[in-house]
């Protein structure tokens, strides 16, 4: 089982709709949950981090975390063409002293 | 805050070259260092992780003779790719976490592009 899981292919969204991406993890220890995001070409920048049950919001973008079902996910409100990008969740996992990522969710804008 | 920074951002070299790639964290004092190749539309890789005044860890099937990780400093690390050859093309992009936090945030830098010729 891989340690971070982001199952979904490439999401399209009509500019302005509500982009949903999820992550599921295997490590039921981990405590810091990471969102990262990467446009072609670039390397990813952190856009959230949740450690903590429920929702955290910044802007348009809102974490969930729910440890019991061991999943994480990313809403983007409002989607914007400038969205489009590929989305990189990352697990602290209690097993190696480093972030595991997956292998990300392609994330399209239509205007 | 926290910015991490690489040199050269982009290098083309020939085949049985060395190539060494530098990242700095510019505002923060970085304990951990990681390397990370990425192929065109391919999920990040983890090379291995530099920790300041000791040997890098490398992941499963990377050559340490090959890729030679130093961390001489809480601000520097470089990636020297050693007698380079075509399969090396890749983006390289270092990524760092900030000695003073607790927390687990990794801060990446720009990326260099490896063409080997």
């Known amino acids: 089982q891989k340690e971070v899981e982001q199952n979904s292919g490439p999401l399209s969204v009509p500019e302005g709709a509500i982009a949903s991406l999820n992550c599921t993890y295997s490590?039921?220890?981990?405590?810091?949950f990471f969102w990262y995001r990467q446009y072609s070409g670039k390397s990813p920048e952190l856009i959230m981090f949740?450690?903590?049950?429920g929702d955290k919001e910044d802007g348009r973008f809102t974490a969930q975390l729910n440890k019991a079902s061991q999943y994480v996910s990313l809403l983007i409100r409002d989607s914007q063409p400038s969205d489009s990008a590929t989305y990189l969740c990352a697990v602290k996992t209690e097993r190696n002293n480093r972030l595991a990522f997956g292998k990300g969710n392609q994330v399209v804008v239509i205007p | 805050g926290a910015v991490v920074s690489q040199h050269p951002s982009w290098v083309i070299c020939k085949s049985g070259t060395s190539v060494k790639i530098e990242c700095r964290s510019l505002?923060?004092?970085?304990?951990?260092m990681f390397w990370y190749r990425q192929f065109p539309k391919q999920s990040l890789m983890l090379m291995a992780t530099s920790n300041e005044g000791s040997k890098a860890t490398y992941e499963q099937g990377v050559e340490k003779d090959k890729f030679l990780i130093n961390h001489a400093s809480l601000t520097l690390s470089t990636l020297t790719v050693t007698s380079a050859h075509p399969e090396d093309s890749s983006f390289y992009i270092c990524s760092a976490k900030e000695r003073e936090r607790l927390s687990w945030t990794q801060y990446f830098g720009p990326g260099t592009r490896l063409l080997v010729l």
């Open positions: 949740i450690y903590s049950n």
């Open positions: 505002d923060f004092q970085a304990t951990t």
């Open positions: 490590d039921r220890g981990s405590q810091s």
